[in-house]
């Protein structure tokens, strides 16, 4: 599984920001979590967020999903378990974070992402990434 501080944000994500905001977050618990999360990952302790974020008044809202294990650890040390709803995250991120641990693949294909994601890098999507930015500040 991926920490925190492993996780990647593409250079064109980050410039294209500026109106991303988390219109809710909340923390719920362990019954709430996806179906298909994982059961041996059941058996840990960690905290469950959930967020909407909007990146334009115009756009879809996301729903995001983070979970977060090794709570005494450093925030970026802490491992975590991710999932969007958006296409970023379906086409370029959920398979390659299956892969390593950090999600279960919902959306993605069961084919590698060869063109929108060749070297298999971890980026996350920005609505991952607003949510990750608040639940900083919550832990
Ligand atoms: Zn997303």
């Not at 994982?38 to 996301?62: A, D, I, Q, T």
């Not at 892969?99 to 298999?120: D, E, H």
Request: hydrophobic share 30%.
């Amino acid at each position: 599984m991926l920490t925190i501080s492993q996780l990647k944000l593409e250079r064109t994500t980050k410039k294209n920001m500026t109106r991303c905001h988390v219109l809710g977050l909340k923390e719920l618990e362990r019954k709430n979590l996806p179906k298909d999360f994982p059961s041996k990952l059941r058996k840990e302790s960690f905290r469950y967020f959930k967020g909407l974020v909007s990146c334009s008044p115009r756009n879809k809202k996301h729903i995001a999903h983070l979970v977060v294990f090794d709570n005494s650890k450093p925030y970026g040390r802490r491992r975590v378990w991710l999932r969007c709803n958006c296409e970023y995250f379906k086409f370029k991120c959920e398979y390659v974070l299956d892969r390593r641990g950090s999600t279960t693949r919902k959306y993605a294909i069961r084919k590698p992402p060869t063109v929108t994601n060749p070297r298999g890098i971890p980026y996350i999507c920005k609505h991952l990434y607003m949510l990750i930015l608040l639940v900083r500040s919550r832990v």
